[in-house]
C-alpha cells in the first residue's frame, strides 16, 4: 500500500505500475541481504574451533 502511494504520488500513474514489481524486488534484495549478513562471521561471532 505504500509503495503504491509513494510511487504514484511521485510518478503519478506510471507510478502505480511501476510500483508492485519495485516493491516486491526491494523485498527480494532486503531478504537476501538479511539472511546473507546472517550467515556471515559478523553476525555469528568467531569461530570457536578457531
Known sequence: ???LSAFGTL???PGLLI???AAASIAVLI???IEEYKS???YRGP???A
Open 1 to 3: 500500500m505504500f509503495a
Open 11 to 13: 510518478f503519478g500513474f
Open 19 to 21: 510500483a508492485v514489481p
Open 31 to 33: 531478504r537476501f541481504a
Open 40 to 42: 556471515g562471521r559478523l
Open 47 to 49: 569461530d570457536p574451533d
